[in-house]
């Protein structure tokens, strides 16, 4: 079973954290610059940190070049769960 989320990526914003927009559109604002792809690595590590999952087990499926992305967590875990865990 996996968790597909639809968000949108702020990189070079100097924090870490995760938001909900007034649409219900999930945000998440990275330290890194989307360069050579060190902000989809920083995504990908602190989401498995705060996740408590292996980084293997997340994936970018789109956007991988983008700043709004579909991001795929192979975990049981529902949308709520996820949203508790990052905010």
């Not at 998440?28 to 498995?48: M, V």
Request: one cysteine or more; hydrophobic letters at 35%; aromatic letters at 4%.
């Amino acid at each position: 079973m996996a968790l597909t989320l639809e968000i949108r990526v702020v990189p070079s914003s100097g924090t870490y954290e995760w938001r909900l927009n007034k649409a219900g559109m999930l945000k998440c604002h990275l330290k890194s610059a989307p360069e050579k792809g060190d902000a989809n690595r920083e995504l990908i590590k602190s989401l498995a940190k705060q996740l408590k999952v292996p980084q293997q087990d997340i994936e970018i499926i789109t956007g991988l070049t983008d700043r709004k992305k579909v991001i795929k967590i192979h975990t049981s875990m529902t949308r709520e769960q996820f949203l508790e865990k990052v905010q």
